[in-house]
């Protein structure tokens, strides 16, 4: 079983996926698009080793302008799955930053059928949340359908994972710093007392 997390940068992955990579760190690979200066790389690495995650795969993309490079990308994404051939791909919701979107059409495009021989289509598509982005460009039929229970010591992984992005902390008032809390939040209105959620985008069975 591996479980392929897509993220724009480093830190998306912990702020949408942290508690799934804490409760599967042996299941998880995290794939981040956009290259991480020395300091963001030097988080990165703290928070998957807080989470217990030990594979992970640099794109080394521009940072901010990860579309323009889309064919890089999907072509990328696409030697991953055929060497990994994961059974869960997790993509970010396309929000309003442009490499989050470009990462977004990029995963989607690497699902795809292909004529090809070679090509891993993944049988079950999910999307994250990133609690950053509160409005979206355009509109999509994603829905918040799928809820990954978590244990409080998964929560505090999680929490503890985006606490090694100090660079990435604007303020006390920014949603990084109440991970544990919006976990809370998303698993109590389900009877859980912590959760992380998806929009389910394909579920093939075995």
């Known amino acids: 079983m591996k479980r392929l997390i897509v993220a724009p940068h480093m830190d998306d992955e912990s702020m949408g996926c942290g508690g799934l990579l804490a409760k599967y760190p042996d299941e998880c690979v995290v794939v981040v698009a956009a290259k991480g200066d020395e300091t963001r790389r030097r988080e990165f690495l703290a928070a998957m080793k807080t989470v217990g995650v030990e594979e992970i795969i640099e794109l080394n993309l521009p940072d901010g302008s990860v579309g323009e490079h889309m064919a890089d990308l999907v072509r990328e994404l696409d030697r991953v799955c055929g060497e990994i051939k994961p059974a869960e791909l997790y993509l970010p919701f396309p929000s309003l930053h442009q490499d989050h979107i470009s990462t977004y059409e990029a995963g989607m495009r690497t699902s795809r ?11 079950s598509v999910y999307v994250y949340d990133v609690a950053v982005y509160d409005v979206s460009l355009y509109p999509s039929d994603l829905r918040w359908n799928v809820f990954e229970p978590l244990t409080e010591r998964e929560a505090d992984l999680k929490a503890a994972a985006c606490r090694c992005y100090e660079s990435e902390t604007p303020g006390d008032s920014h949603p990084i710093n109440a991970i544990k809390e919006l976990a809370g939040s998303v698993g109590k209105v389900r009877g859980l007392p912590f959760a992380e959620q998806y929009a389910l985008v394909r579920h093939v069975r075995a």
């Open 113 to 123: 059928l292909s004529m090809s021989q070679d090509h891993w289509s993944t049988p």
